[in-house]
């Protein structure tokens, strides 16, 4: 199928291409590795997180990976924490809820999609009217991949923190819907959460640098295997996880 282009009128086009879109894997691994030795992430885990992952990831779970949003730098960072982390088997593996204009400029856009990128049209860019047919489309190619086996990563809180960076902001129900639909297609997601920290702020609008951004503290918390049956409920529960992920990870800062 040809690739097309990532717009919002073309919406259906879109998540018809990228439902069924897959990744070179060892292109994606080689480009963690660079991103890794880059960035150079430092790893933490909650007492017990690394053998429930090793063993949920054994026994090909689907992950519903959630990290809180600090900056533009994050997806490399994060990518870079995949690679030196329990996540690296499931690089290749897992898709990437991105912003679309993320997208737009070709070259991006391949490296993009080399890392698992599936675009999302938010309501604070084109109005939530605009999108919600296309925010539909978005769960259910996210829902479909899970019960295919894919792992899903997403910023639950929708945009980056400019408040406060060792707080999580009000997480969207998008997370929710996504992990509902998935279990009703017979998945059994386990949540992730994956706090990030770049250290203290002197003023939390501005973002770090790429220079700031190096050697970013990551935490994992505990897996959960079995989520609530409820959406509203699943925001809850990350909103309450990735916090305590986030406070190990200002932590070891």
């Avoid at 879109?14 to 069924?20: G, I, L």
């Avoid at 992952?53 to 997806?75: A, K, Y």
């Avoid at 890392?115 to 259910?140: E, S, T, Y």
């Avoid at 250290?199 to 505990?222: I, L, M, Y």
């Amino acid at each position: 199928m040809d690739r097309p282009e990532v717009d919002l009128s073309n919406n259906q086009h879109v998540y018809d291409f990228y439902r069924e879109h897959r990744q070179r894997r060892l292109q994606a691994w080689g480009a963690y590795a660079l991103l890794a030795r880059r960035y150079r992430p430092r790893i933490g885990y909650a007492p017990g997180a690394r053998e429930r992952l090793r063993d949920l990831i054994s026994q090909r779970r689907p992950l519903l990976i959630v990290i809180n949003h600090l900056s533009q730098q994050d997806p490399y960072t994060v990518a870079a924490a995949a690679w030196r982390s329990t996540l690296r088997p499931v690089i290749g593996r897992t898709r990437v809820l991105a912003k679309d204009e993320l997208f737009l400029e070709p070259g991006l856009r391949r490296r993009i999609d080399m890392m698992g990128g599936i675009p999302v049209f938010r309501g604070k860019d084109h109005g939530l009217r605009a999108v919600n047919a296309a925010g539909q489309l978005m769960i259910d190619i996210c829902a479909e991949r899970m019960a295919r086996g894919d792992g899903i990563a997403i910023f639950p809180e929708g945009t980056c923190n400019d408040v406060d960076p060792g707080q999580v902001q009000a997480v969207g129900s998008g997370v929710g819907h996504i992990a509902f639909r998935a279990m009703k297609l017979g998945a059994r997601p386990a949540l992730v959460s994956l706090g990030l920290s770049y250290g203290p702020r002197a003023d939390p609008a501005v973002e770090p640098t790429k220079a700031e951004a190096f050697s970013a503290s990551f935490h994992f918390g505990v897996p959960v295997p079995e989520l609530p049956a409820r959406p509203a409920e699943v925001a809850r529960l990350v909103r309450t996880e990735l916090q305590q992920a986030l406070d190990g990870a200002v932590a070891a800062y």
